[in-house]
C-alpha cells in the first residue's frame, strides 16, 4: 500500500517553524503559564534542561512545552513552542496538515 503526501503528514504535529514531532511519541502538549505554577513541573523543566533535553522550535517567547519520547535516544524530550497548547492540541486531534499546495493538488 503506497502512503501519500497527506496520510504522512497526518502523522506529525508541527509545533513551530520547521519543527515537527511524530504524534505516537507526544506524552503531552503543557500549556506553560498553568503547568509551571506547580512547582514539580518548574524542577523537571529546570532538571531538563541541565539535562540538554530541551529544545526550542521557536525564536520568542514560548506559550506552552510538548513533552515526547525520542526514539532514537530512547529518552524523554520537551520541545518549547511560541503556539498555544490548545491550538497544538486541536491540531493533534483533527489532523490538521494540509497545506494550500495539496489543497490545490486534491482539488484538480
Excluded at 4 to 19: A, I, Q, S
Excluded at 39 to 68: M, W
Excluded at 77 to 99: H, K, P
Aim: charged letters at 30%; hydrophobic letters at 35%; proline letters at 2%.
Amino acid at each position: 500500500m503506497r502512503i501519500t503526501r497527506f496520510e504522512e503528514k497526518k502523522m506529525y504535529l508541527h509545533v513551530g517553524n520547521d519543527k515537527l514531532i511524530k504524534k505516537k511519541n507526544i506524552i503531552g502538549i503543557f500549556d506553560l503559564d498553568t503547568a509551571t505554577v506547580s512547582p514539580v513541573t518548574r524542577e523537571f523543566l529546570k532538571k531538563s534542561q541541565h539535562d540538554g533535553s530541551v529544545e526550542s522550535a521557536i525564536d520568542e517567547l514560548p506559550k506552552s512545552f510538548i513533552l515526547y519520547v525520542d526514539t532514537a535516544a530512547g529518552n524523554c524530550r520537551v520541545c518549547t513552542s511560541q503556539i498555544s497548547s490548545g491550538i497544538l492540541a486541536g491540531r493533534a486531534r483533527s489532523g490538521w496538515w494540509q497545506d494550500s499546495e495539496t489543497k490545490r493538488q486534491e482539488n484538480v
